[in-house]
């Protein structure tokens, strides 16, 4: 509601215009950290992933083509974990009419899915059309702390486009905080942001609304923390742990009455030929040769999955983009942001880059 809205968004204006405060009276033993155990024998595999960027941002429209009535809902860059319940909302109030409940959706990833799940909880009935099912999407392999992460060029930036980000972002933010618990693998976690220079734009810039979405944000001393950096900031976030999570919505979408056809799509014609009248394209990184997007960008990423290790119950981020999420199958160590690379093999000398960061940091920390 307009109520519900407007008090919101007077938590989150509160929230950024916050000061951080340094608790000095914590101690880094109170923290209970544990190291990850970092090293080569380890490691369970490597992942590698294609981001869908468009230096324009995620597209969510509405188009007409032929006998079908299209609606997009792609391009998310790295935030398509983060996203995709605020912009499959969008995106169902753009297509979505009682009076024409059969529709289609193109893509099972967590855009997909959660745009699946909307129209499901609006009435519709749901058919989902995909050439991979979890868990062989670009999903899963996403680390997934819940964050909009390399979503847009700050230079592309346009009003109406900031105006949907923003309220993707709120919608996402609300539906995943509801989710919080063990059923769908989502968990609040603390996040640890590691730097050897004065942290200033993390999570978000000061007096920015994003940072309402970071609660319990401080500065750590360095006698209130075990890393060995000069510079420490905390806040709490969401993380979803990816293969738990997209399995959920793939059982929630079926219970729900959903039907699940394995397909690959060469052009549109061929979409042209559905049963259902409304289309929802979720395809990713697919959209740009199945709808000539020559916006598109693969950024690649590649991740290092270690054993599980159930004592690190705590995410981290740090200089030269190492980055640490805990997950119910492996401790995943990133990352790279390979813009306008598009192999899904592993690099070596980006693996080794990882595991020797993660090494020295992990090493470094105080007990």
């Known amino acids: 509601t307009r109520r519900q809205f407007t008090a919101l968004s007077a938590a989150l204006l509160a929230s950024a215009c916050a000061p951080l405060a340094t608790r000095s009276s914590r101690h880094r033993d109170q923290l209970g950290l544990v190291p990850v155990r970092v090293s080569a024998d380890r490691i369970i595999r490597t992942d590698v992933g294609l981001r869908p960027y468009r230096r324009s941002g995620f597209v969510v429209s509405r188009e007409a083509r032929g006998s079908k009535t299209l609606i997009h809902n792609y391009g998310h860059g790295g935030g398509g974990v983060t996203l995709s319940w605020g912009t499959a909302m969008l995106a169902a109030d753009l297509g979505y009419s009682s009076d024409s409940r059969a529709c289609a959706v193109l893509g099972c990833g967590a855009v997909g899915l959660a745009t699946a799940r909307v129209l499901q909880e609006r009435g519709a009935k749901v058919r989902i059309y995909a050439r991979e099912l979890p868990p062989h999407t670009t999903s899963n392999v996403a680390g997934a ?26 919608l996402a933010f609300e539906r995943f905080r509801d989710l919080a618990g063990p059923h769908h693998g989502v968990r609040w976690r603390s996040n640890f942001v590691l730097s050897r220079a004065p942290i200033r734009v993390m999570p978000a810039a000061p007096g920015s609304p994003m940072l309402g979405y970071a609660p319990d944000l401080y500065d750590l001393a360095p006698e209130e923390h075990p890393f060995p950096a000069r510079y420490v900031r905390h806040y709490r976030t969401l993380l979803v742990d990816s293969p738990l999570y997209l399995r959920a919505l793939m059982d929630d979408f079926r219970q729900a009455g959903g039907e699940i056809v394995v397909r690959d799509f060469a052009d549109v014609a061929q979409i042209n030929t559905l049963p259902e009248s409304t289309v929802f394209n979720c395809t990713g990184l697919g959209a740009a040769a199945l709808f000539d997007d020559d916006g598109m960008t693969p950024v690649r990423g590649q991740l290092l999955v270690l054993q599980p290790q159930a004592d690190v119950n705590y995410c981290l981020l740090a200089d030269r983009g190492l980055h640490m999420y805990p997950r119910s199958d492996g401790i995943l160590l990133g990352g790279t942001h390979d813009y306008g690379a598009s192999s899904l093999e592993p690099d070596r000398a980006a693996s080794a880059r990882i595991l020797a960061g993660h090494q020295a940091l992990f090493a470094g920390m105080r007990a």
């Open 145 to 170: 702390q819940w964050w909009p992460v390399a979503v847009f060029g700050r230079d592309q930036q346009t009003p109406a486009f900031e105006q949907q980000y923003h309220a993707a972002t709120r």
